[in-house]
């Protein structure tokens, strides 16, 4: 009976003893007695032996190095084996070190003792692999691949398939129910002379030697999973692909697949072998199958060439004939476009340059080939994919001006960008073609007026902004003071009341979490407008659980410093966004302009304003006529206050916004920093509220002094924070100041509030941001605002 597996172990995957263990595991847990096992040199070996070429002219330096890769070979051995098993490996090695010894010391007369040289590093695996498995209890020999595949020497030896398949066909008949581990990367010519077979020469070996073989399944173990249908280092949500069809297999290899490479595929055409690719580092995850023959369209793969060269030229005879030549060279292009005045493009890889240009320079007087030029600016975007077709438009509407036009062909579609572009159009194409679009969940906590008016205004926005996106923007959460309601299909935000009503239910600060965790989405984004103390202490809970956050409250962003920096250090070692701006200035741009101000270059020297809507209203309307403590009152009446005025008079509210600002720019400092000078005296701080609004008029005639004091010099009261670093010593403080009649504070609107910034770009001419710092619709802008941005950073992550 034909054996049925081939397993492939690349280098990475017997790196060190661990490796090889965890081969041997695998090859006992995933396999059969008589399945066939094909070896690279374990680790860098193959490198260090190329290196001794390279130093063989310094006989110091060359025994250096051959020390150590003796030692390194030795080193698995003795950790591997035991004693009676490691004798003849030890007694091999060290035969082998001293031909190697006599080769360097020689003046290597041709390639074949180049390639004996670089051979040893497979033939030490395929011998202590065999070893390691005859030790485990199984029948394993090692195999010399010179003694099996044939080849007719070439740029890139040229397999003698039926010599080969005699060869490997009457070794599987005298070691039957034996696992062969065979040496890849090598074979021999006719005289028995070592040849190279070139870049990925041992996957190359595994499908071919599982052809010959009539093999059913041959399996690449390598440091990856399988495919994906993208590159899963650029893009965060890359999925792994089940299965491809061999077509679309080569084509993605042509491509530039670091995964695949289109000679590892071409044995396994007219074959009715299938390749896995799997991770010898994880045996238990899932992995990619490429079916022979297959016409079922996988998923589309998105992949990319930072990049490429890309030759244009004027050609006197068709474009097909030059394909044809290239073809036959095996060098065909990567893409082609024809162009006007007879000129056409091709591209290839970077590293097939130069033999590309020496051909073209061959045919140059046969095709009446002139004008030849060469960019090596540009980088490649690619979909492979049977129905490539479908998904042209989408594709096409993606590209910028400076990108050439889709180039449509075997199973793919093509473009050239320049090579700032190549990530992002990657990202456009993976997201937009490539499987499902990315689900972001959003969770409000806190239903209260500023909440309610955000929902409507999410219901208004979310279709715009998950087109805009091409994401899917979901409410998912509504969380009261008492109740929530969860629900993984969505929350109509047109029609949320009566649904929370009938089915939210109570929560607990653990079970929350724990649902908000469990929410069907891919990424979540929790947006705090609540005043909740507590909630804020559960910031870092969110955090672990990697859930993003929008703050309108401010408790988090004015806390402990040490809590602040904990919350930062949790967002820089995970992919996690917080954004703020709603806790400081309502719907006001104030922290996007000193960001956008830090990363001009320029330095923040002082930050000052009013903060307060309250107390710009109470400061705008206090001309001495009326007591001040009755115009609190009145302002308290029409809901301007807080219900208990103190906490708008006693400033803590702008010195907690103070110092988000201050923390915003760089500096490192707690509330206690800022020097707080309340509206309320001490005597009326402490009180019961109905206490405190008896005896309000106790505020009246200090303020109607500084009042007076201040109009003699012609100027006004105002309630000002400040934050001043331009001096060596840093001034931050919130208080009533007395401001000139043209300052920028003594002109608001009532309700107002005004941020000045002045930095090394903005001195003698102060950089001025002013309207409403509060009120439900603004507060509510700025939170979708935030939550928008988050949205576009997690896409582009």
């Known amino acids: 009976m034909a054996r049925c597996h081939l397993h492939k172990f690349g280098g990475s995957s017997l790196a060190d003893a661990d490796c090889y263990r965890r081969v041997v595991h695998i090859l006992l847990t995933h396999g059969h007695s008589d399945d066939l096992v094909v070896v690279s040199a374990a680790g860098k070996s193959t490198n260090f032996l190329y290196k001794l070429l390279a130093l063989r002219d310094d006989g110091q330096l060359w025994q250096e190095e051959l020390q150590q890769l003796i030692a390194y070979q030795q080193n698995l051995i003795e950790q591997l084996l035991s004693n009676e098993h490691a004798r003849e490996l030890r007694e091999r090695l060290a035969t082998d070190k001293a031909q190697l010894i006599s080769l360097l010391s020689l003046e290597l007369r041709n390639d074949y003792q180049l390639n004996q040289v670089v051979s040893f590093g497979e033939r030490w695996s395929a011998r202590l692999m065999a070893a390691l498995l005859r030790e485990s209890g199984v029948a394993a020999s090692h ?22 398949r005699d060869r490997l066909q009457a070794l599987l008949a005298a070691h039957p129910n034996e696992r062969l581990v065979i040496t890849g990367f090598i074979c021999a010519n006719t005289r028995g002379d070592t040849l190279l077979l070139g870049r990925n ?19 690449i173990w390598t440091d990856v999973e399988g495919v994906f249908n993208a590159d899963p280092n650029k893009i965060n949500d890359a999925k792994l692909l089940a299965s491809m069809s061999l077509a679309e297999a080569d084509r993605l290899a042509r491509l530039g697949s670091p995964v695949l490479h ?11 072998v299938s390749l896995a690719v799997r991770s010898s580092y994880a ?38 004939e030059l394909l044809l030549l290239l073809e036959q060279a095996g060098l065909m292009p990567l893409a082609h ?44 975007v690619a979909l492979v994919s049977a129905d490539a077709a479908n998904f042209r438009r989408s594709f096409a509407r993606l590209l910028s001006r400076d990108a050439r036009p889709l180039y449509s062909g075997d199973s793919s579609l093509v473009t050239l960008v320049p090579q700032a572009q190549v990530n992002l159009l990657t990202q456009k ?18 239903v209260g007026n500023i909440g309610q008016a955000w929902i409507d205004l999410f219901g208004r926005a979310a279709a715009g902004l998950s087109n805009e996106l091409e994401a899917s923007v979901e409410l998912l959460g509504l969380v009261g003071s008492k109740r929530a309601l969860l629900c993984d299909t969505g929350i109509d935000a047109a029609n949320w009341r009566p649904d929370f009503e009938a089915n939210a239910c109570a929560w607990q600060y653990d079970r929350l979490l724990e649902q908000l965790q469990g929410l069907d989405c891919d990424e979540l984004v929790a947006l705090d407008i609540s005043a909740s103390a507590s909630l804020t202490l559960q910031y870092p809970e969110f955090f672990a659980r990697g859930i993003h956050l929008v703050s309108a409250n401010k408790l988090a962003g004015s806390g402990p410093l040490a809590f602040y920096r904990e919350l930062k250090q949790q967002l820089g070692n995970r992919r996690l966004f917080w954004r703020y701006n709603a806790s400081c200035g309502a719907g006001l741009p104030i922290q996007h302009a000193l960001n956008d101000l830090h990363n001009s270059g320029d330095k923040i020297q002082a930050v000052g304003g009013i903060f307060s809507g309250t107390l710009c ?3 705008e309307n206090y001309d001495g006529s009326k007591p001040f403590s009755e115009l609190v009152l009145e302002a308290k009446g029409l809901g301007i206050t807080e219900p208990d005025p103190r906490d708008d008079l006693s400033g803590r509210d702008m010195q907690r916004k103070l110092l988000i600002l201050a923390r915003e720019i760089g500096l490192e400092l707690e509330l206690a920093d800022i020097q707080l000078n309340s509206l309320v005296p001490e005597a009326l701080a402490g009180l019961p509220l109905e206490q405190f609004v008896a005896r309000i008029d106790e505020l009246d005639t200090d303020m109607l002094q500084q009042f007076a004091a201040a109009a003699e010099q012609n100027k006004v009261l105002r309630y000002v924070a400040s934050l001043d670093s331009l001096d060596a010593e840093l001034k931050a403080e919130v208080g009533l100041q007395w401001v000139d009649r043209h300052h920028p504070y003594a002109n608001l609107t009532p309700g107002d509030n005004v941020f000045v910034i002045r930095s090394a770009f903005y001195q003698g ?6 309207g409403p710092g509060a009120g439900r619709e603004v507060t509510a802008a700025a939170v979708q605002s935030d939550l928008a941005q988050i949205c576009r950073d997690l896409l582009l992550e």
Do not use: Y
């Open 143 to 164: 195999v010399d691949a010179c003694g099996l595949l044939i080849a007719d020497e070439g740029a890139v030896p040229k397999i003698r398939v039926a010599d080969s």
């Open 201 to 219: 020469g041992s996957d190359f070996s595994a499908t071919l030697i599982a052809s010959l073989a009539d093999i059913e399944r041959v399996t």
């Open 262 to 272: 289109s000679r590892t595929l071409q044995p396994l055409f007219d074959t009715r």
């Open 283 to 320: 045996s238990h995850t899932d992995f990619t199958l490429i079916a022979p023959q297959s016409s079922s369209a996988s998923a589309p793969v998105v992949t990319s060439l930072s990049s490429v060269s890309l030759f244009n030229f004027k050609l006197g005879h068709e474009l097909g």
């Open 337 to 380: 476009w024809s162009l006007a005045q007879q000129r056409v493009e091709l591209a290839f890889t970077q590293e097939n340059e130069k033999q590309v240009s020496a051909l073209l320079q061959t045919l140059a007087a046969e095709l009446a080939l002139e004008d030849l030029r060469v960019d090596n600016q540009l980088g490649l």
């Open 429 to 446: 194409v993976h997201r937009r073609c490539a499987g499902p679009r990315m689900r972001i969940g959003v969770v409000l906590l806190g």
């Open 617 to 619: 209203w109470l400061f």
């Open 765 to 770: 001419n102060p950089l001025i941001i002013r």
